[in-house]
């Protein structure tokens, strides 16, 4: 039988009230919880210095922080020096992973005026001078006989993928591809992934492509420059930080393992101070924190690059680990955009809407600590996602709804709570405390948390996306 520690005597009474009637707390008004405080909760929470926070944050969103940038990479170092400043050894774990770096000039000359055209993604670089040729929509028996060598093809979208466009164009010999619009407005469109075959490729409006065949039809010739500078496809590299507190005594060891999770990557243009500089720091404030507590529990701090291109970091250090690792991982709490002035209030985002060890724990605490438990929905879009995917209780700590600099140039360090920054503190880091701390007479067993143990469920909201 799998075990964990028992539950606060306020929540496990509300739970057995409420066994009947549920959900519990959603039928209470916030006023009726009786707050029953935990001392030992103040080993956690007297220890939290919000200013140091704060302080890491203003640090890493001087720059954007773009997955395999050295702005990302000296982020990387930044987080290894505050673990080892506290006495951690440090992992970093590099993974590869294949991406596109967009070009920083893309210009189309005809005759000497500049159509200010768009860049498809995947397109080559390239810097290309030659006479336009008239293809149609460039499908294979549109081009059969063709020989566009020397020559940009202009297409018209529509009926098959642009890729598939640019490369029956490219094996007719063309050396550049022009696509316009088949409606009003301009093409922000992709390849569809990297091709060798690809030649530069961009899109023009609908008007200034019909304007170009009528030229062409009243058999002008028409030269063209086409510019696609900067841009590259292919291998990149990206870093995990991982940095692990093991159980006090090696006689106490569970066998369990608590992660806590941020990214610390961002998007382009963005300086991310809450997405994701907030959980980060947050992150490496609770490992300074439990540095010196007593735990049983493995607790083990990661921060994650290139969660922004699709979850990476986080699905090559899950995808890494083997089978009888992951089954020692019994929960991970995520941090992401947890210090928002302009954001809503908390939430816990689980990858299926249901309750499990984490979202059990943390309203647990905020209800010791806030006399309200933290709200929990459905929701992705973080790295939670592989570890709920392998079957881990997992959720997303993140306020919701969210500020409205989220991935702009605005997330900056002027828009964070200290006030946001300490609750949320307060609630992971008491929640894991109450699972990992070393006062249990009753040792945990050395496996995953059962699902069986879930309380009832408290509190739900249908989605929080
Ligand atoms: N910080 C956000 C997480 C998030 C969660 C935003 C829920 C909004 C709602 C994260 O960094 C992010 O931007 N995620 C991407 C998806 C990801 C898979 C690239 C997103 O939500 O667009
Ligand atoms: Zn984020």
Known sequence: MKTKKLLSITLATSLALGALSVPVFAQQPAAQHEIVKNPLDNKVINKINVDNIYNMIDYLQQTPRVASTPEEFAAVQYIKDQFESYGYDVEIQEFEYFGYTTPHTVDLLIDGTSLSPLAFTYTPSGDVQAPLEYVGLATPDELEGKDLSGKIALVQRGSIPFGEKVINAAEKGAVGVIIFNNAAGTINGTLGGADDRFVPTVSITQAQGNNL?????????????????????????????????????????????????????????????????????????????????????????????????????????????????L?????????????SRDAGSLVMNTIDGQPNLVTELSQASSLRLNGEPTRFGRGGSSDHVPFGEAGIPAALFIHSPLEPWYHTPQDTIDKISKEKLQDVAEIVGTAIYDYARFDNQTPKQPQRASKQNVPQQMYFEESVE
């Open 213 to 325: 065949v009528s030229k062409l039809n009243n058999g002008e010739t028409v030269q063209a420059s086409l510019k696609v500078l900067g841009a590259s496809a292919g291998l990149r590299s990206s870093h995990n930080v991982i940095a692990s507190k093991l159980p006090t005594n090696k006689n106490r060891d569970n066998g369990n393992v608590i992660t806590l999770t941020s990214h610390h990557d961002s998007v382009p243009g963005a300086p991310g101070a809450n997405d994701n500089a907030s959980g980060t720091a947050m992150v490496l404030e609770l490992a300074r924190v439990f540095k010196n507590l007593p735990t049983d529990t493995e607790i083990r701090f990661i921060t994650f690059g290139a969660e922004e291109l699709g979850l990476l970091g986080s699905r090559h250090y899950v995808r890494d680990l083997p089978q009888e690792e």
């Open 327 to 339: 089954d020692r991982i019994v929960a991970n709490f995520n941090l992401d955009m947890v210090g």
